[in-house]
């Protein structure tokens, strides 16, 4: 497994015109790979905003990326590099009861049938407070438990909450898509350092094609 990073030109117009369509966007992150190379749901990606005027994309994927279209379209042309690391070592290192500052873009939904018997469907969470209920009910089956904070609450920011809509080509007719999403900081401890790791290469929740599920790792300060 690799984990890439690459900073956007969020100057310049193709850039915008990019990033607007989480569709979009996701093509273009699998132009990255040689047709045929990795399946393309094990392929994540997020996008970040982490200063006004920066512009970040990070992806976690079984092959290793060539992202040179994607500097043609949207990179810093005059510096056209990306950085890409064996993600195998991160996984190797992680074990039970470690405590690990974790990010998480999602797209937090919920089942609700409207007639028994029926499938049901998505209804997304848009209040901060249903989002990380929806995370911590999931964190133990995902490997990890969330950290308490000092009042005793899970110990989670939620922030950049965003709701998205594009067109979805399906067929010979396309469809609109509405995606409510919001980012996720805070600490976690490794419960199951096998699910874990299989959520760090597998996703969390839904709309992992349109730059949901990648959850990441750094260590605690």
Sequence with gaps: MYLTHM?????RRSTKELVASPQHMHAAVLSAFVPGSTDADRVL???ETPEPHRLDLYIVSPVEPSLEAMVDQAGWTAQPVWRTADYTRLLNSV????????RLRANPVVSVRD???RRGKRVPL??????IGWLVDRSERLGFNISAGADGAPNIRVSDQQLLRFRR???DASRTVTLATALFDGLL??????ALRDT???GVGAAKGYGCGLLTLARVP
């Design 200 to 202: 760090l290469v597998s």
């Design 169 to 171: 080509a399906h067929g």
């Design 45 to 47: 990606w997020r996008l």
């Design 95 to 102: 074990e039970a009861g470690q405590r690990w500052v974790f």
């Design 115 to 117: 007639a028994p018997g």
């Design 126 to 131: 848009q209040r901060p407070g249903e989002q």
């Design 7 to 11: 900073p956007l030109n969020p100057q």
């Design 189 to 194: 401890e490794v419960r199951d350092p096998d």
